[in-house]
């Protein structure tokens, strides 16, 4: 079974700071996915990385996927409150296969 | 108009009564998916359908069950409803057409449901 973990699992920081969070496996993805969900709707797609080492920017958020293609890291430059969300990371392995999903990252940006 | 639908976003229900949730999807897209979430656990796969004709067990489909009436249409049926399953769940579709690799989930917007 592949899993995927996610820290920090909580991160409450004020707005204009700076954050890394992660998404590790021991094991290899085709890609790995990252998805924002904010409170009562569903997650939605921010971006999918597919090569190793590769880096993605949108806006002020920075998405690299490692040289191994076993992790990723989501930076965030000068938080704002509307960053506030769940992230969760994903990975595809497989043409039929699913997605496996990490438990995801709580972030609060106080104003 | 959203594209994933889902009915009724929320609902209370007692030990034992069986509940059906639906989704609907305008996407056109081929595969649909049944995820449930809670609270530090994450999004768990239930049952998912790549055609009309096919249906397969996600990681926790034990006590659910589906339908796929049609292209656009996936149900979640609990037989027998207990308190563990207590739970947001969400619709998700689709379209692999080209690179797996980068085939997005569209989430429908999820339904609460309370198993008293």
């Known amino acids: 079974t592949q899993l995927l973990e996610q820290s920090p699992q909580f991160l409450s920081i004020q707005e204009g700071e700076n954050l890394t969070v992660y998404c590790n496996s021991s094991?290899?993805?085709?890609?790995l996915q990252w998805y924002r969900q904010e409170p009562g709707e569903g997650p939605v797609l921010l971006v999918t990385?597919?090569?190793?080492?590769e880096v993605k920017k949108l806006k002020r958020l920075t998405f690299q996927f490692g040289d191994a293609r076993k992790d990723s890291s989501l930076h965030i430059t000068a938080a704002q409150p509307g960053d506030t969300g769940l992230y969760l990371c994903?990975?595809?392995?497989?043409?039929?296969?699913?997605?496996?999903f990490g438990k995801g990252i709580t972030l609060s940006v106080r104003p | 108009d959203a594209d994933v639908t889902q009915t009724p976003r929320n609902r209370i229900t007692k030990t034992g009564k069986r509940i059906m949730l639906e989704c609907s999807q305008t996407?056109?897209?081929?595969?649909m998916y049944w995820y449930r979430q809670d609270p530090g656990l994450g999004l768990r796969l239930i049952y998912y359908?790549?055609?009309?004709?096919?249906?397969n067990k996600g990681e926790i489909s034990d006590g659910y069950s589906v339908s796929r009436q049609a292209q656009a249409k996936f149900s979640l049926s609990l037989e027998s409803a207990i308190p563990n399953q207590t739970a947001l769940y969400f619709c998700?579709?689709?379209?692999?057409?080209?690179?797996?690799?980068?085939?997005?989930?569209?989430f429908g917007p999820g339904t609460r449901l309370t198993v008293l």
């Open positions: 996407k056109g897209h081929d595969r």
């Open positions: 994903a990975g595809a392995s497989g043409a039929n296969s699913k997605l496996t």
């Open positions: 990385v597919v090569t190793g080492g």
């Open positions: 094991s290899v993805f085709s890609s």
């Open positions: 359908s790549f055609d009309v004709k096919d249906i």
């Open positions: 998700a579709t689709s379209d692999l057409r080209g690179d797996y690799r980068t085939d997005t989930q569209y």
